[in-house]
């Protein structure tokens, strides 16, 4: 996890139970679900989660790929801090496990009223979705050759 957002999930200005929660998950146990409209960051304190997203192959064939396994101090949800839209992703776990649970307009009203706590902390989590998006920019690049080359499309470019 992002150095900041741990000092801030130990740090007595943010208390647990009052700023954010522990939940305990078993292994496969959903998190939270693609398409839900949950307001809240999580953060892996043990145990791993999977992320997996939903493609429809055909008509009446959907598959669920995974996205990522993120293990202790990795965060996911992090959307719901820039918007209201619903989770794109699912997220199930792994193992047993234990999250932090931070309801994202508590921790955003948190961060605005201590900018010298929240610059560090929301840039490092940006860090996270600029590293996120060059590894889904990779992969569609290498999906997308491999369709070209599949149909024989590449012969004609």
Do not use: K
Not at 37 to 56: E, H, I, K, N, Q
Not at 106 to 125: C, K, N, T, W
């Amino acid at each position: 996890m992002p150095g900041p957002l741990r000092a801030l999930l130990d740090s007595p200005d943010f208390p647990e139970g009052e700023r954010w929660r522990r939940r305990r998950f078993e292994a496969g146990e959903v998190i939270l679900r693609e398409g839900d409209l949950t307001p809240d960051l999580y953060v892996v304190l043990t145990g791993s989660v999977r992320v997996t997203g939903t493609v429809a192959v055909e008509a009446q064939r959907v598959v669920h790929p995974a996205f990522c396994d993120l293990g202790a101090e990795e965060v996911f949800g992090e959307l719901c801090l820039f918007d209201d839209q619903p989770r794109s992703a699912s997220v199930t776990a792994l193992t047993d496990c234990e999250v932090a649970v931070v309801p994202g307009r508590q921790l955003m009203d948190f961060l605005d009223a201590h900018p010298e706590r929240g610059y560090p902390v929301l840039r490092s989590i940006i860090q996270i979705l600029v590293d996120r998006l060059r590894t889904a920019n990779r992969r569609f690049v290498s999906v997308f050759a491999w369709g070209l080359r599949a149909h024989r499309i590449d012969q004609h470019l």
